[in-house]
């Protein structure tokens, strides 16, 4: 049984001005320890794809169609309650912004102490003493002593570190990471990168990456999955995808970014914008932008598999389909 099931998955925002369709078909499966990077550009549905596993979406949001299947459990049947107590359990999510997880108010201990406590009955003392491990595992200096300290003493990269440890305080079996680097510079980012990484390895968890940026994914997840207009439009193991782009926007991806193994590559930027959600075009989304569209390309692609490769294009690169 896979851990986690995404099947179909349609996520709607029904607005005045039409129903946006941001998660708009999506199929994912991962696998115990598996590390996913979801790749898209903005507006693709990444962050609507994960916060549909976690429950989290704010009406108008809701799952239209689909399943999401956790340990072959259906989430749409769990009640409000059960959700909670399987979020930050079994699941935890870790934010671009720190601050969405963590209290600006009460101490880092305080906070760790209650959510270990909401999870698990523990005394006192046992939960400061995970939240202190916890805290040292990312890479923490003076776990102990640091306990104390509100969110604001902490620089930006080690604030995120926290979030990440409170995120792991349950040792989740599945962590769904929304460009939780984005916003910190180039070697905090590598460094928060190698701590999770790490983390990931020792305790076996299952990882979805969320990142706009192909090259910080490409170092780090065992499959890729591209996202487009609400899509998957290609997924693969990563070295694979890299190598090898089979769809015409992941080719233009892979060219428009500085990967480890094309250094002095010229990059090129795919040209063109993302259309609206509200006004997609019929057929393939990515055929305005793509050079390699024709007449058929006005009709939904179907998904190819070949293996365990997986992409939604009538024109392939790299051989015939
Ligand atoms: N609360 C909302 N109301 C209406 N539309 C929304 C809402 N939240 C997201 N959307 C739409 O859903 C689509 C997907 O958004 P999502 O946030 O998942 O994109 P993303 O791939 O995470 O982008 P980014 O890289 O910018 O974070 C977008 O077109 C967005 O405008
Ligand atoms: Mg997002």
Redesign the pocket.
Known sequence: MSLLHIDNLHTV?D?AAGT?R??DGVSLTLEPGQIVGLV??????????G?SVLGLL?P??RVAEGRILFKGRDLASLSPREFRALRGDRIAMIFQDPMMTLNPVLSIGTQMVETVQAHRKVSKAEARARARDALGRVGIPRPEERLAAYPHEFSGGMRQRVAIAMALLHEPDLIIA??PTTALDVTIQAQILSVVQGLVADMGMALIW?S?DLGVVAGLADRIAV?YA?RIVEEGATDDVLDRPRHPYTAGLVASTPLANDRGQPLRQIRGTAP??LNRPAGCAFAPRCDHATEVCGQEPGETAQGDRRWRCFHPLGGQA
């Open positions: 925002f607005t946006i941001a998660v898209g550009e903005s507006g693709s549905g990444k962050s609507i794809t916060f704010d108008p949001g929304d460009e969320i706009h996202m609400g609206s959600p």
